[in-house]
Every structure is written in C-alpha cells, then in structure tokens.
C-alpha cells in the first residue's frame, strides 16, 4: 500500500540552526500539506503546496519556514533559524483531490535545544 | 480559520460498551467531514469520512452528520481496548482543519 514517508524520524538541534524536513509523498497525489503538533496540542495546519506553489499558510508559517519540491518525489519544509518553540512532531500529507482525505507520514520529531 | 469542537473528554467506557464522541463547527458551508484516529506518539489515520446528512456505518463505526445543527459524530460499537486513542474530528476546506480531539479509553 502507497504511503507517505517522512525522515528523519526524530532531530535535535540547537536553537538558531536551520532545519530541513523531507518527506516523499504518495506518487500519484497532487496536494501536500505540513502539518505540526506539539506535544499534547492539537494538530495544525501550516501549509498547502500545489503545482509548484504554496496554496495557503497559517499564521504559524512565517518568514522562517518554507517549503519546497525539488524534484518530482521530494517536498520539503526548512526552518530557516529554529526557535525552542519549534519543537514539535511535523507531519507531512498529501491526497489526490484537495477536498478528500489526506494521508499521513509517521512524523518528523524536532526538539530545539 | 474554520472552528472544530469537540468535546475534550477523556471519555472512559468499558470494554463492549458505546463510545460517543460529539463535534461541532462554525462554518455552515462545510462540506466534508474526517474522523481520525491518534495514538500517542503517532500519526492520525482515517477512520471515516462523511460528506452526507445522515448515518455512514462501516463496522463498528458510525459517523452522524447533521448539517443544520452543525455537528459530526462518531459511535464505536462494542469497543475494545485497542480503540483507546485520541479521536480527532476534522473537517476539509482546502486544507484539514481539526478539533483538538477526545481521548477515549477503553477499560478491559
């Protein structure tokens, strides 16, 4: 069964470096989304990626993070000077139809140092 | 930002009884509605969508959804210990927006 897959699983970093989170969605799917939890929080919403471009961002989604698809299969998410308050499980989706169910990687967690 | 409710819980039955877990949300114009599941430290993954009023069953779950009144629920029949997770509503508009989830316990 196709899934979306996420590395690394879990990074620690000192506040101030840049980050990078990779994650290969399902082939066929056109829609990706990064997602972020922390702990004990609900899930949010960060950014939507479709044809090469961001869909739409949160308010969480500042100047320090961005988002990329370098090839065909990747898609990436950099924060670019990590904070303490960065630290959280990020979870990358991706579907086929922007209003259907999104299908999850297993996380990428992040602790800021 | 489109609101989802949901009562916090947790929410403890024992083992074979009925879980029922309520949401709510703000934008009448929603259309599609997801029922995830989460265990801790994990990902969610769908239990069940409903685009529909009405009941959608499959299995042991049944998802309610009432578009005048503005709430989505779930029902998990004869629940089982291995239902004991945190149950995340959400609803699609371009992007999933979810509650903040109900955390079930199942108690053999």
């Known amino acids: 069964e196709p899934e979306v897959t996420q590395t690394p699983s879990h990074q620690v970093t000192q506040m101030g470096q840049e980050v990078i989170l990779r994650c290969v969605p399902i082939?066929?799917?056109?829609?990706f989304y990064w997602y972020r939890q922390i702990l004990g929080q609900k899930v949010e919403f960060l950014v939507s990626?479709?044809?090469?471009?961001?869909?739409?961002k949160s308010e969480i989604f500042d100047d320090q993070f961005s988002v990329e698809r370098p090839d065909g299969s990747n898609f990436t998410l950099k924060i670019r000077s990590t904070k303490l308050e960065d630290s959280a499980m990020y979870f990358c989706?991706?579907?086929?139809?922007?209003?259907?169910?999104?299908?999850f990687g297993e996380g990428s967690r992040l602790t800021v140092l | 930002q489109k609101e989802v409710e949901q009562n916090s819980g947790p929410l403890s039955v024992p083992e074979g009884a009925i879980a029922s877990l309520n949401c709510t949300y703000s934008?009448?114009?929603?259309?599609?509605f997801f029922w995830y599941r989460q265990y801790s430290g994990k990902s969610p993954e769908l239990i069940m969508s409903i685009y529909s009023n009405g009941d959608k069953e499959d299995g042991r779950f049944t998802a309610q959804l009432n578009k005048a009144s503005q709430y989505v629920s779930l029902l998990i029949r004869d629940s089982q210990p291995s239902d004991s997770a945190t149950y995340l509503c959400?609803?699609?508009?371009?992007?999933?927006?979810f509650g903040a989830g109900t955390t079930v316990t199942v108690r053999a």
């Open positions: 934008d009448r114009g929603s259309q599609s």
């Open positions: 082939s066929n799917h056109l829609y």
């Open positions: 989706a991706s579907t086929g139809q922007n209003t259907g169910e999104l299908f």
């Open positions: 990626f479709y044809n090469n471009e961001i869909s739409e």
């Open positions: 959400a609803l699609n508009d371009y992007k999933l927006s």
